[in-house]
């Protein structure tokens, strides 16, 4: 059968959604309101800065206009300042919103669309586990009966593209992108709210892609490059090394060259510095060994960890 693509953009006209309630229960622990809503503005429009703090939606003001539109679903309000107190909405919907710039009744600029979800009732529950290490399309199974699939928010309350071939699917393109963890995602059909709950996971060990011996000179930091895929570092340890002696970002583990300096410094017949690294992958520990050496040293080969 030929794929058709859903296509869920930010820059689609208003569309006029249906609410409704259902009976079920919420999943404990996922968010029915937002606290923050980051969307993309087009570059020509001013700055809009869309922000949900409860129930309090705010956005910049513009000087050269003399009042705001607000959509929820289609429905417009007259505003005069640059907030709206969104408390008074019925709970058990998704709401979405968009704001529009007037000047003695001419429409000048329209925010991006955003939603806010106020205690919605959820119909169904899946759960998704995604192996990075096992790449593929990612089956939804939703129960028949939903009605047409109107639109699919990620944990953002951003709009996302998912494909329909006898089916919905997370493709594997959007899969790789996503971080390592747990996401939920609303989907929100004519007669249903879907929740997915997806939890990101590799299969492999984290490794150091580098050599665990390094040699340096006193100016020089030692650098170490690993691959954590969806461990976390925790830490080096041994030889007085405390937090302030290093950094580690984006996989690069950076050891100071004057903790480096310090060290050789407090023995002159030191050869080599040794330190100890964790990584924890879920309720696993690695644990491996890091070697410096100065460059005016013998060097030895150590085995790797």
Known sequence: MKKNLIYL???FSLMVVSVFSLSGCGRDGIPTTTSMISTTNNPADPFWNLELNEDLLTWNSITEIDSYLLWINGVSVS????SYDLSGLETGHIYELKVEATDNGVPLYFSPKIFYVKN??????????????????????VTTGVGELLYVLDSSHEEIIVE???????????????????????????NAYVLV????????????ISSSVQAVNFEESAVFEFNLYDGVFIGLSGNKITSSDYSFEDGVLTIYSDY???????????????????IQVGPDIVVGYLFIQLNNTIVFTFPAP
Do not use: C
């Open 260 to 278: 480096i300096e310090a060290i050789f410094e407090e023995d002159p017949l030191r050869e080599n510095l040794i330190l100890g690294y964790t």
């Open 197 to 208: 709950n997806l939890t990101i996971v590799d299969s492999r060990e984290p490794e150091l």
């Open 164 to 190: 329909e071939e006898s089916g919905y699917y997370f493709t594997e393109n959007y899969l790789t992108e996503v971080s390592y963890g747990f996401h939920y995602f609303y989907f929100v059909f004519e």
């Open 79 to 82: 505003i005069t300042n640059h």
């Open 120 to 141: 919605v009732t959820i119909s169904q529950t899946v759960d998704l586990e995604y192996d990075k290490f096992s790449p593929g399309d990612l089956e939804i199974d």
């Open 9 to 11: 953009t930010l820059v």
